[in-house]
C-alpha cells in the first residue's frame, strides 16, 4: 500500500511529532492527576495533524485551507494549555519552552501552507 499524501506534508509530520510529545506528557503525573485537563490537551494535540490529514483528502483547496485554519486554532488552543500548566508548576519550565518552540515553528508552517493553498 503507497504512502497517503498528507503524510509527506512538513506540517502534518511535525504535528504527528508534536502529538507524540504531548500524548507522552499527558501520561506523567502532573497532567494523570487532573484527567479533565489530560484529556483537553490530548485532543488539542491530535487535532492538530488530524485537520491536516483530512483537510489535505478533502477536494478543493479552498477547503484544505479552512482544515488548515481548524488546526492552527487547535494549535493555539494546546499553547494556551501549555502555557496554563507551566503556569500551574504541572509543568517544568525548560521541557514548556521547548514545547513552545516547536509550537511556533508549527504555527509559522500552517500560516505558510494556509497562505500557499488560498492564493493558488
Known amino acids: 500500500m503507497s504512502e497517503l499524501p498528507y503524510r509527506r506534508l512538513l506540517a502534518w509530520q511535525r504535528a504527528h511529532a508534536l502529538a507524540h510529545e504531548v500524548l507522552d506528557l499527558a501520561e506523567s503525573e502532573p497532567f494523570a492527576r487532573r484527567p479533565w485537563f489530560r484529556d483537553q490537551v490530548a485532543r488539542a494535540a491530535l487535532s492538530v495533524s488530524a485537520n491536516i490529514a483530512e483537510g489535505s483528502g478533502r477536494h478543493s483547496r479552498r477547503e484544505f485551507a479552512s482544515h488548515v485554519a481548524i488546526a492552527r486554532g487547535s494549535l493555539f ?8 500548566a507551566r503556569e500551574r508548576g504541572w509543568l517544568e519550565h525548560e521541557r ?3 514545547l513552545q518552540s516547536a509550537i511556533q515553528e508549527l504555527s509559522a508552517i500552517l500560516s505558510g501552507l494556509g497562505q500557499s493553498l488560498r492564493d493558488s
Do not use: K, Q
Request: negative net charge.
Open 77 to 84: 488552543e494546546l499553547d494556551s494549555a501549555l502555557l496554563l
Open 96 to 98: 514548556g519552552r521547548e
